[in-house]
């Protein structure tokens, strides 16, 4: 989503427009998204605004953004949970190290601490 090609420019910016569009008809259904910023990037901010949408974000302890087999491992562990238990199960959510809270409105799940070498 982060690629922009010629003709179409930024390919986020392409597909914001009809993806929210089509997200929004879809009334009374609450989005749930585990995706990364740059796929986040094609909704539009109405859908978080109005709580249609909402946004489960990864981190790392020092708080960016997480990636690899153990990210993707703790999404499915979430995803499975929130399908059982509602978005609320984030706060309070703990498996093999990773943990969740939910602050100010913002949905964080944080990866272990790293022990420094």
Known sequence: ?????DGIGNLAKFWRASLTRALEEMQGVQFVSLLPKE???AIGDSLTLSKQLITVSFLRDDGDGVAG????AVK???ARRILDDG???IDGFEWRG???KIRRGQYLVRAPRVPVR
């Open 87 to 89: 978005p609320d199960v």
């Open 69 to 72: 087999h153990d990210a993707k």
């Open 39 to 41: 796929h986040v990037a």
């Open 76 to 78: 499915g562990t979430v």
């Open 98 to 100: 990773w943990s969740g």
């Open 1 to 5: 989503m982060k690629v922009s090609l």
